[in-house]
């Protein structure tokens, strides 16, 4: 039996607070990943439809003003792209094809994301995705416990600078997930003994 090509959706999403029933997505990006090789990167910017509604810490943490929460797609149109993305690569009928969510603390942007179908009437989350999760900070983690790592802290940006992996603009989702791509293509190659 041939075993197909691993499909991965690198995601990483930028939003108005942490808990994803109370904010939401203004930033959505990703990187669409089969058998390895890069199929498609893209990037939104979700117009908030809360924009009174929001965590002063997060927006400071992103540099995004007040201003920019009304710029943007509509979620809606947002939720219309992703699905038809999604559809190019994975047959949402067929229980063996489904995208493995990657990317960096990846479990908050999950959430977020499912949280994003179910306010576009969606629920059909898992028609496109899997619940094994790639996530490069748990092996970090892994590797902290190995013995094998110890920074002053795991944020993407020290581990990107310990790795020598180049992070353009911090809190940018697209620049957060190409970073976290190499980054989890470096510690797979860790784990195989590739590197020294």
Request: with cysteine; hydrophobic share 35%; aromatic share 12%.
């Amino acid at each position: 039996m041939q075993r197909k090509p691993s499909k991965v959706f690198y995601v990483d999403v930028e939003t108005t607070g942490i808990d994803h029933r109370e904010y939401e997505i203004i930033q959505l990006a990703g990187i669409v990943e089969i058998g390895g090789e890069i199929e498609k990167e893209f990037s939104f910017d979700i117009k908030a439809q809360h924009p009174d509604h929001y965590d002063q810490k997060a927006l400071d943490t992103h540099g995004i003003s007040l201003e920019s929460l009304q710029l943007g797609f509509e979620p809606s149109e947002v939720h219309t792209s992703l699905t038809s993305l999604l559809g190019k690569y994975v047959d949402k009928f067929d229980k063996s094809d489904k995208f493995t969510p990657a990317g960096y603390n990846v479990r908050f942007d999950v959430d977020h994301l499912s949280e994003f179908f179910r306010r576009n009437n969606d629920k059909y989350y898992g028609s496109w995705f899997n619940w094994c999760l790639l996530d490069a900070l748990s092996i970090i983690y892994l590797f902290v416990y190995m013995g094998r790592l110890s920074l002053p802290n795991y944020q993407l940006g020290t581990v990107c600078d310990y790795f020598k992996i180049p992070l353009v603009n911090k809190h940018s989702a697209l620049d957060d997930i190409r970073a976290t791509r190499m980054l989890m293509h470096r510690l797979v190659e860790e784990l195989n003994g590739k590197v020294s």
